[in-house]
């Protein structure tokens, strides 16, 4: 590719206050300018090369605003897919885990799981930032028999340490694409990973 659409999404972007956290706005979560297909190009390209998705049975991602990344990698991958929730549906076999991240807290909810009880599993995320969730998704599959082999991340916002985080607290360090820090006005990439 010509430009580096990944690095263009978090370098130099305008930071608000969310829960008295700052916030990048980006192209990637908050379509802000709008998504451009060469950036989901170039994510999924890039994520094949990081990450051995054949030792996965089924990949798993989080609905509020990264879930269309991980439906772009099952697609991609041909492999099936499934979204926790921050809402319950309460449908047969539903399964729940208290987390908290940078900016809120409360359950997460996941079906679709059912059959895959001594399986392995990717989580594909958009941005790790405290590490809160990923860490909550690690912990609701491992307590169902659900082997996490893997997790990928497009960016980190290194102001929260949630990569280090992640790997204290269940063992596996996130592969990520860019890690950027949230300046006073203004977003500032730190590392690219290619």
Same mark, same amino acid.
């Given at each position: ?18 829960? $008295?956290?700052?916030?990048? =706005? $980006? ?9 451009? !297909? *060469? ?5 999924? *390209? ?11 049975? @089924? ?11 991980? #439906?772009?990698? #099952?697609?991609?991958?041909?492999? !099936? ?12 076999? *539903?399964?729940? =885990?208290?987390?908290? $991240? ?18 392995? #599993? ?13 860490? #909550?998704?690690? +912990?609701?599959?491992? $307590?169902?028999? =659900? +082997?996490? @082999?893997? @997790?990928?991340? @497009? ?10 985080? =992640? ?28």
């Amino acid at each position: 590719m010509d430009k580096d659409y990944i690095e263009e999404t978090f370098n130099n972007q305008k930071i608000v206050i969310v829960s $008295n956290k700052r916030y990048c =706005i $980006n192209s990637l979560t908050d379509h802000i300018p709008i998504t451009k !297909p *060469e950036l989901l190009e170039q994510i999924s *390209e890039e994520m094949s090369e990081q990450v051995d998705f054949t030792k996965a049975d @089924v990949l798993i991602g989080e609905e509020d605003r990264g879930g269309y990344l991980c #439906a772009l990698m #099952a697609y991609t991958q041909k492999k !099936p897919f499934t979204l926790t929730k921050w809402n319950p549906t309460g449908l047969e076999g *539903e399964i729940s =885990i208290g987390f908290r $991240n940078a900016y809120t807290n409360g359950k997460l909810f996941l079906n679709g799981i059912k059959d895959f009880d001594g399986k392995k #599993a990717i989580i594909v995320e958009d941005i790790i930032d405290t590490g809160g969730t990923v860490i #909550a998704m690690i +912990e609701l599959l491992r $307590n169902n028999g =659900i +082997e996490v @082999v893997d @997790v990928v991340s @497009v960016a980190e916002k290194t102001d929260y340490g949630g990569v280090e985080r =992640i790997e204290k607290e269940t063992g596996i360090k996130p592969k990520v694409l860019v890690q950027f820090s949230s300046g006073k006005e203004r977003s500032k990439v730190t590392k690219r990973f290619i």
